[in-house]
């Protein structure tokens, strides 16, 4: 009787222990297999039922997306909004150009016509670059309407807004006499923040049209247009005179 007992506490323990081994090797997270999004999961996760384990998952993505917040997407600024639209250059402007840079052989009429300083501005809508209409000096004013030609210049361009210009700079060296164009960007302090970042994002448009310009000038109000400034940018201390005034 005692002998019949102990063989059958004996059987209880070697299927306890069985049942033990068992459960620790389902339940051991070293082997691990893909799911269908590509994360891991453990062994154990393999015996809970599809249902179960897709309900859980969506269940833990819903709750994420619930408590991260939403970051709203940056809207275009003025800058990203003209490059974008691709602002044009009239072909008007590329004439003047080709006209004040190529110095032909002309009669002393022709040469009267020839501009010395012209401004450009944006059209209405913001697309296209054109000839500001009454901006301009021409070489014949010159001594005649205009007295001091680089004043003058400085003088039409408006206080409030920006501009493109180009002009023809006559200056003396130590060693000679030169004529060479100046391109400029002027953006004043008191021009709206919207016209300066279209400006300055459209002046690769109209640079590309003036290939072979040795000075470029960026002024921001009248004092970066004194006349050492300008003797600075066409070369430094080797200027020694500009329009015909000593620097």
Same mark, same amino acid.
């Given at each position: 009787m005692i002998r019949t007992t102990l063989l059958e506490y004996m059987s209880l323990l070697a299927l306890l222990y069985c049942a033990m081994a068992n459960c620790r !090797? #389902? @339940?051991? =997270?070293? /082997?691990?297999? !893909?799911?269908?999004?590509?994360? =891991? #999961?453990? #062994?154990? @996760? /393999? /015996?809970? =039922?599809r249902t179960a384990w897709a309900s859980s998952r969506a269940a833990a993505s819903s709750a994420t997306k619930a408590r991260a917040p939403a970051i709203p997407s940056p809207s275009p600024g003025p800058a990203a909004a003209a490059i974008a639209s691709g602002v044009q250059v009239a072909d008007e402007v590329c004439r003047i150009f080709y006209d004040m840079k190529v110095r032909k052989c002309s009669t002393p009429e022709e040469i009267k016509k020839r501009k010395k300083a012209v401004i450009f501005c944006l059209s209405p809508d913001k697309k296209c670059i054109i000839v500001e209409e009454g901006k301009e000096i021409l070489v014949g004013d010159v001594g005649v309407t205009v007295t001091d030609p680089f004043k003058h210049f400085v003088q039409m361009l408006p206080e409030k807004d920006c501009r493109y210009a180009l002009y023809d700079a006559s200056f003396e060296t130590k060693e000679s006499k030169k004529e060479e164009l100046m391109f400029f960007l002027w953006a004043p302090e008191q021009a709206p923040l919207k016209s300066k970042m279209i400006y300055a994002s459209s002046k690769d448009a109209i640079k590309k049209k003036f290939q072979g310009i040795k000075h470029e000038c960026q002024a921001n109000g009248p004092e970066d247009l004194n006349r050492a400034c300008i003797a600075e940018k066409l070369g430094g201390s080797l200027v020694v005179a500009f329009e015909g005034s000593p620097v």
């Open positions: !090797a #389902r @339940c051991k =997270p070293s /082997s691990f297999s !893909a799911t269908s999004t590509g994360a =891991p #999961r453990s #062994r154990w @996760c /393999s /015996s809970l =039922p």
